[in-house]
């Protein structure tokens, strides 16, 4: 039943996103705009060396007529049930590639009917900031930062990683 509405979820927000002028998919679930393909990938959970393996590959099957190729992923939104763990979490902070074209989404409080998700989302996807906006303004949704140490009471938005030059 918990995926049924985050396919519910998923399916209205790809129905707003064709007045944007975006393509979408009735049976797969990417947004294309400007030539750059927006991934939705919902799961319950995923272990954490599928998830690298996925994530690294980046690709997705684009159905046109009756044939099928597979693209290029720009970005790729993580949709999770149930809340991911917490080496999910780390190793997406820790890896500037992934974080540059991952988003994670934690719907499972919504799932369980707080007007709540958890995201970690350092992309510069237009689509997972439209994305998020459907979230708030359609179905009033707050969001909290997702962390590896959310439930040990440290801010993880006093976190900065420095850069080398």
Not at 31 to 54: C, P, R
Not at 97 to 105: K, M, N, P, Q, V
Not at 116 to 122: E, G, I, Q, R, T
Request: glycine share 4%.
């Amino acid at each position: 039943m918990k995926m049924t509405k985050v396919w519910e979820i998923l399916r209205e927000f790809k129905d707003s996103s064709k007045l944007r002028g975006w393509r979408t998919s009735e049976s797969e679930d990417w947004i294309e705009t400007g030539g750059n393909y927006h991934n939705f990938l919902w799961a319950k959970g995923v272990h954490l060396s599928s998830f690298k393996k996925i994530v690294s590959n980046g690709k997705c099957v684009v159905r046109n007529g009756l044939t099928y190729r597979v693209v290029k992923t720009n970005y790729t939104a993580w949709l999770f049930s149930e809340t991911p763990s917490e080496n999910l979490i780390k190793t997406t902070i820790e890896n500037p590639d992934f974080s540059s074209r991952i988003a994670l989404y934690d719907l499972s409080p919504m799932l369980e009917g707080k007007n709540l998700c958890a995201k970690l989302n350092n992309t510069e996807s237009s689509v997972f900031q439209e994305f998020e906006s459907f979230l708030e303004n359609e179905l009033k949704v707050r969001f909290k930062p997702l962390s590896p140490v959310s439930d040990s009471g440290i801010n993880p938005d006093a976190f900065t990683v420095a850069e080398l030059v």
